[in-house]
């Protein structure tokens, strides 16, 4: 199956991203009060990119932190056989009370992990608010929750499943829909 | 992961370093301003003590706790175990109530193997008599690789009670499992036979066995559980074997100093080396919290083949 993203056009979304990010945070002091909160393993490099990508349209350095929702997930205890999955170190090196956090992951799907995040964030602090960013959303919601910024919507069925690689972690840029 | 934590000799090398590199994880947690994640909610751990103990029980509290999980503690001191009770009707009585992980403390060896036989809860090993104490060993090890960034190939000392020493024997195990190179030493009444069967060298000179030292762990000197004269007065012994300044210089510049406490000053240790630059007792102290909700998170999920 072919790449439903390439590396042009996820670099292209994430800078599309970038400039609404800035739009909808316009208020007089908006810019400062954003942080980027990256959800393991691939919400941590698209932070970073976004955070790149608004350092070069403004100059501004938007703190960015990594999280780590294992320990939140509703799934953990549930099943009686297989190994507990890796914990990996959450680091948030800066105070998110009173910022306006934007959640990034790569793939939004039933919103578990997103009700996990959020649940692992207001344990850090007090946000003036929580803004979430997917490179993809490909449906099938089982909570609600929607998404604030989105790079792309994709139409999926039930029997697939989203791939997304990135230079930082798998080498190269893609998005594949594989069939299961 | 196995169903229970009853000592370090069931552990791969593999499975130590998950241990130890999920502690890296949790140590997290405890910097945080709520110091609470959600993760063993609706668990219930008993903290189930036949001798005394502050930190393990302390730290073994603090990090179910932590993980948000039900716990509850017995002391034997006011327990019905006065009335007669033996350990297996205890634990079958504890078991009835559907605990999910029981910590154990006991002054037999073996009696962690015992429970884990006759309990379908998980059972972590808090130290039992002269085995093992696998959490102990779990966070020095946390401790050195945290200082020296390996394990392997360091040099490891280890000084004082060695006969009577779980955390010893628990040491032993890990640290030559992982490739760090042990040199034992105590007076030779305090010398178990076949100690060299773990793969440790052993020293009657502690001058000898401190000589270029990575690490040097002092163990106390256990008088209630000594029946007999092993050595004739605690000035002695510590003339002859406690930790100095002058005995520290001969190791390597950057050596840390380590004790499982609780500490015997001017026994094994004296008070300048104790709060001295290079001890980094209160860390491990410190790791030990993350360590056990490491073990704690692991033993939680599910086992291979369950």
Not at chain 1, 94 to 115: E, N, P, Q
Not at chain 2, 75 to 86: P, Q
Not at chain 2, 274 to 302: F, K
Request: hydrophobic letters at 40%.
């Amino acid at each position: 199956m072919p790449a439903v993203l390439d590396a042009v056009r996820i670099n292209r979304t994430l800078t599309r991203i970038a400039h609404e990010i800035l739009e909808r945070n316009a208020a007089p002091g908006g810019v400062d009060e954003l942080a980027l909160v990256g959800i393991r393993t691939r919400g941590v490099p698209i932070a970073r990119r976004l955070a790149k990508a608004i350092h070069d349209i403004n100059g501004h350095e938007i703190p960015t932190g990594a999280l780590d929702i294992t320990l939140y997930r509703d799934d953990l205890m549930r099943h009686a056989v297989g190994p507990q999955p890796v914990i990996r170190r959450t680091e948030i090196p800066f105070s998110i009370d009173d910022k306006r956090i934007l959640l990034v992951d790569d793939v939004l799907y039933t919103g578990r992990t997103i009700r996990a995040a959020l649940d692992a964030l207001i344990d850090f602090g007090r946000p003036k608010s929580i803004q979430l960013i997917v490179l993809v959303d490909r449906g099938h919601r089982e909570l609600p929750i929607k998404a604030d910024y989105v790079g792309k919507n994709l139409p999926t069925s039930l029997s697939q499943s989203v791939q997304v690689r990135l230079q930082e972690i798998d080498g190269r840029d893609e998005v594949e829909i594989q069939e299961s | 992961m196995k169903k229970d934590l009853l000592g370090i000799g069931d552990l791969t090398r593999d499975e130590i370093y998950l241990i130890l590199d999920t502690a890296e994880a949790m140590r997290e947690i405890g910097q945080r301003p709520i110091k609470k994640v959600p993760t063993l909610r609706g668990k219930t751990v008993v903290n189930l003590f036949y001798e005394p103990s502050t930190r393990t029980r302390t730290s073994f509290e603090i990090a179910e706790k932590r993980l948000s999980a039900d716990t509850l503690n017995i002391a034997v001191a006011t327990s019905s175990v006065l009335k007669g009770e033996t350990l297996a009707d205890t634990a079958m009585n504890i078991e009835a109530m559907a605990p999910d992980v029981i910590v154990l403390r006991h002054a037999s060896s073996g009696a962690c193997h015992l429970l884990s036989r006759i309990c379908r809860s998980r059972v972590i090993n808090a130290g039992d008599g002269m085995h093992e104490h696998p959490t102990q060993a779990l966070l020095d090890a946390f401790t050195i690789r945290e200082h020296k960034k390996r394990i392997e190939g360091l040099k490891v000392t280890i000084v004082g009670d060695l006969l009577h020493s779980r955390v010893l024997r628990s040491n032993a195990l890990l640290l030559t499992r992982l490739g760090a190179d042990v040199c034992v030493c105590g007076p030779s009444t305090l010398v178990p036979i076949g100690i060299e069967r773990f793969g440790v060298r052993v020293s009657t000179s502690v001058d000898e066995a401190v000589d270029e030292a990575d690490v040097v762990m002092m163990l106390r000197i256990q008088q209630e559980r000594m029946q007999g004269a092993f050595f004739p007065s605690l000035r002695e012994y510590f003339n002859t074997f406690g930790m100095t300044t002058a005995r520290v210089a001969r190791a390597k510049p950057d050596v840390i100093i380590m004790h499982p406490g609780p500490m015997n000053r001017g026994v094994e240790i004296s008070s300048e080396v104790a709060d001295g630059p290079y001890s980094v007792i209160l860390e491990q102290v410190a790791n030990g919290v993350a360590v056990r909700m490491a073990v704690l998170y692991l033993l939680a999920g599910g086992v291979e083949g369950d």
